[in-house]
């Protein structure tokens, strides 16, 4: 973007690999080794028929597009409000997207998206970002 | 925060109202190089090098609550609202809190609400939050 932002605005996407070493990376800073994540046996049974990345982890993507555009006013006054609406998998190519909706003289509010190679939505999110 | 208190135990048996015990964390430079490889952060380190990715502290959180009380193998997250009001930095000192919110079960699977906070040592709050996780109950499906 250009200038001050304006309602309409697209944010520049961002593009990321989730692999199962970076699944296994976050397990291990998180502390979360749900096996849904680590285990292939254990997941493979489960109604995702395999190993998905943790919300979190793909959530910290659309931080990252934030903290891209937004910089340290991102880290100084950030909301987000995110729901998951599909898994991640390992070998996926997921990309991050987002549309300024409002913007004032005090804040912005942003719709972001998390979609993967196929086009499914993986997350769906609002984000906003003192402006004052 | 008020209520019992949440160690030693697995998320299938908190209730509403139940606190988990609070958990320092000192924010270290190997842990926060650890996050940022793991989610691979190529944003962060141009605000300088002390800098520290809002979504760690969440995961800080995360890794707070799993301390004590066992996630259900199988638990999905299926929400989450996060608010960063200030900045921290490497090598802060940190308090991690959560109680259960709200909970409820339906056809076989328990719905938790989680609010989360995370302060400094002077109690001003540098994350608040709140997860919302789903897992299944009954037999087997704790590991």
Redesign the interface.
């Known amino acids: 973007m250009s200038g001050a932002p304006r309602p309409g605005d697209q944010l520049p996407a961002l593009t990321k690999l989730v692999t199962q070493e970076k699944i296994t990376r976050y397990a291990d800073a998180s502390g979360d080794h749900n096996p849904l994540h680590t285990d292939p046996q254990f997941a493979s049974s489960t109604q995702f028929g395999g190993p998905i990345a943790h919300g979190m982890l793909v959530l910290s993507y659309l931080s990252e597009l934030m903290t891209v555009e937004f910089g340290m006013r991102w880290l100084r006054g950030g909301r987000l409000k995110a729901r998951f609406r599909g898994p991640a998998r390992p070998g996926e190519t997921v990309q991050v997207s987002g549309r300024i909706r409002r913007a004032d003289d005090a804040s912005l509010v942003c719709d972001l998206e998390c979609r993967n190679d196929s086009g499914e939505m993986l997350i769906t999110a609002e984000a906003e970002v003192p402006f004052a | 925060m008020t209520g019992p208190r949440a160690t030693g135990e697995t998320f299938a048996s908190l209730v509403k109202g139940q606190e988990f015990a609070p958990v320092e964390f000192q924010l270290s430079a190997d842990?926060v190089d650890?996050?940022i490889?793991?989610?691979?952060?190529?944003?962060?380190r141009?605000?300088g090098s002390d800098?520290v990715?809002?979504?760690a502290l969440?995961?800080l959180a995360?890794?707070a609550l799993?301390?004590d009380t066992r996630?259900p193998?199988?638990?999905?997250?299926?929400?989450?609202?996060?608010?960063?009001?200030?900045?921290v930095e490497i090598g802060e000192t940190l308090t991690v809190r959560a109680r259960i919110a709200n909970r409820g079960e339906r056809q076989g699977w328990a719905l938790l609400g989680i609010e989360m906070t995370v302060e400094r040592a002077d109690a001003q709050p540098v994350m608040s939050g709140r997860a919302t996780l789903t897992f299944p109950l009954g037999e087997g499906v704790e590991?």
């Open positions: 842990w650890a996050y490889a793991a989610v691979d952060d190529g944003a962060i141009a605000l800098r990715p809002p979504m969440a995961a995360v890794k799993i301390q996630l193998p199988g638990a999905i997250h299926l929400g989450q609202e996060l608010s960063f009001p200030v900045p590991g």
